[in-house]
């Protein structure tokens, strides 16, 4: 990260934002889910900046991926050291500029960030849900946060984005709720998993279960899976680097030494530091929630749930105006993928715009500083809003 | 695999093979192991096939990779379901010849197939070794692979040939015993690991010893760390395909099912194959060797041993004729790897071929049938031999 950016982060922020709750789907009106079961109450965590103009039309939905939350942007109190997780993109001037926008980001159901997911209490038993957690969807997550829309009184969204996860939020977006949303930014994302995304997948999901902690889901009241969601992590982790950036970040440099242990400590850089990330991604995040995000993002496939296996039958119900990104040294979402999609986009006669962006930084890249990336979210976003806000 | 590949599997065999070991180093004339350590007794299990001919200038020496033993071509009893490892490759009339030629394989120290490793009975107390069991390097499989082929008799090696790990201790002869090989085949193998590679290995490694039933190694009279291992090989197991190839052997089929289970069952066919794969492995393999032997290969490194940081310095001291193989999918130890490793060997002025083979089936893909692979083989091995055997 450069000196230019740091100084940008510190000095140009949304400045305190706070985190918000809705709850909707109280029983016995409770959310209908895609696996038939049923979900309530629902409460979604939610931050916004920016504000709303008077004919609310200048709102933009954050969709967050596998791991985030709502704190999207600026600082929850001033001691924080570090803003939320898109602070460089979202921010007055910034490539989504709340000096114009008004910026919602809402942690999707499943997650443990505040929204209903795994470790909310189910109303019925009084504990935990565990595994009585229903197994939510990429659509079940945008119909709730449909639900936070509507509570906002917003009829029509200006543009939703995301990346990753919250990419495929974006596209479900954009075929569920065609009329909802002016314009769709889909960054570092995919239409449907390949066989490789979901075997990683499956293996972090399997070094979970496999914990003894784990308990099937029942651990909340003991000792976490904290070992197997830590491996999990760091498989994710691999997977959102690239060849290019470990040898880069890391190549083959000892850690602490000059000689090799002749244990089994770590050795190398890289392994120090996939232990450590797994070892703060145990303190925030929620072993069950992982399981159920990943499994959400594995089940999503567009072209069949909305076009009989066809993309571009899929696509033919939307109407948004799309920019897709892709980047270079993606390997978990290759550039191939969101040309595919790019591709039945067109076929059905939407406006899109696609851009594939030159990064070492593999599947991350949509979340680091990139003058490149913002440019190109002002860029459209302004051409966006000159056709709309007067 | 085609119908004719299996024919020709099923037809020509080396026959009936028999599992021996040589046993040296006795105490107190212990093996010196590059950790400073030493070991001994020393046994390796080997496997012969091919007649040695009365010159002894017909040996060649297969090396195995990771999970592999020596037992690389034909049967132990007629009653067995499946022949060696490579029997596609060695065997009368194929690609390494035994009607030509004697062909060695041993199972590496560290390993659990018969030679001394973590799982063998520890001399000084009487139980098995654990992590008492020094940490070696492929240099010292290759030291103890040089005991077995003095003890044969053979002065020098017509040809060592082995993929991955295997390619390894290929390029580890060639440096550390020079005036032994006359020749030496790399197949789908790196001079040394990339930051990706160490990555994998170390996740893998945590996976088990994250499992409780690992107790720090000193699992061998208890229940053993069989869903750590298993994770392990999952880990494994994608990174020895390729997206292609999972693409074309799986997509997003289900498994024996039209709809999703809403649940954590293994709903996709890659999700039960890797599952199959772990479950299987924890059958016959240690979950101590596979630290060991992973741990072996992160800390091979070539450049830095023989060369100062220099591969093109490392293989001045070589003196066989080269045959670099690697493979388009293969993403673990990638074509750019062996083509900096033959610009090293060019630039030392070594005789060197280098051939990258269209495969879809990514790193393992020296394992699987090929007719371009035991062409290219038998067309090196002929050359070779014109000038050496008469």
């Known amino acids: 990260m450069s000196e230019y950016t740091e100084h940008h982060m510190n000095e ?25 079961h049923k979900l309530g109450p629902v409460t979604l965590a939610y931050e916004t900046s920016g504000t709303l103009n008077p004919d609310k039309s200048n709102a933009i939905l954050i969709l967050h991926a596998l791991s985030g939350d709502s704190h999207v942007a600026g600082y929850y109190q001033k001691e924080d050291p570090k803003p939320g997780w898109w602070d460089i993109v979202v921010g007055p001037g910034k490539g989504i500029d709340t000096d114009r926008y008004y910026v919602i980001c809402s942690n999707v159901i499943g997650s443990c960030m505040g929204s209903t997911g795994p470790g909310s209490i189910n109303p019925k038993t009084n504990i935990p849900y565990g595994l009585d957690f229903p197994v939510v969807t990429i ?22 984005i995301g990346g990753s996860i919250g990419g495929m939020q974006v596209l479900e977006w954009s075929l569920r709720y065609p009329e909802k949303i002016l314009s769709a930014i889909a960054l570092a994302t995919t239409p449907r998993h390949s066989a490789l995304s979901i075997a990683f997948h499956e293996v972090a999901r399997q070094a979970i279960i496999a914990d003894p902690n784990w308990k099937n889901g029942k651990y909340y009241t003991g000792p976490k899976p904290d070992l197997g969601l830590s491996v999990a992590r760091m498989i994710g982790h691999i997977t959102y680097l690239s060849d290019e950036s470990m040898r880069n ?26 232990r450590y990330q ?39 119900r939307a109407k948004a105006k799309f920019l897709v990104v892709s980047f270079t040294s993606d390997w978990l979402y290759p550039t191939y993928q969101s040309r595919d999609m790019v591709k039945a986009m067109k076929k059905s006669g939407l406006d899109v715009s696609f851009c594939e962006l030159a ?16 440019t190109l979210l002002k860029g459209f976003l302004g051409c966006v809003t000159s056709k709309t806000l007067h």
Not at 14 to 36: D, H, I, Q, R, W
Request: glycine share 8%.
């Open 12 to 36: 140009i922020s949304v400045g305190m934002v706070e985190k918000k709750f809705y709850t909707f789907a109280e029983p016995p009106c409770e959310m209908n889910l895609e696996s038939g």
């Open 359 to 374: 990064s070492e930084w593999g599947h991350d890249s949509f979340l680091l500083p990139s003058e490149n990336l913002s």
């Open 249 to 274: 970040k890391f190549g083959r440099r000892l850690q602490d030494k000059k000689d090799f242990s002749f244990n089994f400590d770590a050795d190398f850089q890289v392994e120090n530091y996939l």
């Open 139 to 160: 659509g079940d997550m945008v119909k709730a946060q449909n639900e936070l829309i509507e509570h906002l009184g917003i009829n029509k969204i200006l543009c939703v």
């Open 278 to 316: 797994g070892k703060k991604f145990v303190e925030r995040f929620d072993a069950n929630s992982f399981l159920y995000i990943t499994k959400a993002s594995d089940y999503f496939d567009i072209a069949a749930q909305y076009g009989s296996g066809s993309l571009a039958e899929a696509f033919s």
